[in-house]
């Protein structure tokens, strides 16, 4: 139980520092928010991205399995981390409206 509340916590500070540092950079407010299904995609699976071009329908199988068969624990772990970049998205909107304009 300690692991996923530390789990938790680290996924969301980590990924809403991933997410703060991309708006800051491409002033894009909610890139990073698209790209993390893309992010969970790579954590979940152990399939390498070319195979997805080349062997297509057993590598989305396999994920399509992995999918299903994740742990509760795993996917409350990975909600707190795209709660960390949503939050990260609303956070440099207030920043934007208050003035900041390096935001």
Do not use: C
């Not at 790209?35 to 070319?50: C, E, H, K, S």
């Not at 299903?68 to 998205?89: E, K, Q, R």
Request: glycine content about 6%.
């Amino acid at each position: 139980m300690v692991q996923l509340i530390v789990s938790v916590f680290l996924y969301f500070v980590i990924f809403f520092g991933i997410a703060f540092i991309l708006n800051m950079l491409l002033r894009q407010t909610w890139l990073m928010a698209f790209l993390y299904p893309i992010v969970v995609i790579l954590i979940i699976d152990n399939v390498g991205m070319a195979e997805y071009f080349t062997n297509t329908a057993t590598a989305f199988n396999d994920l399509g399995t992995r999918l299903l068969n994740i742990a509760f624990a795993d996917i409350v772990i990975l909600i707190a981390g795209f709660i960390g970049t949503i939050v990260s998205g609303f956070v440099i909107k207030f920043l934007r409206k208050s003035g900041y304009q390096m935001f």
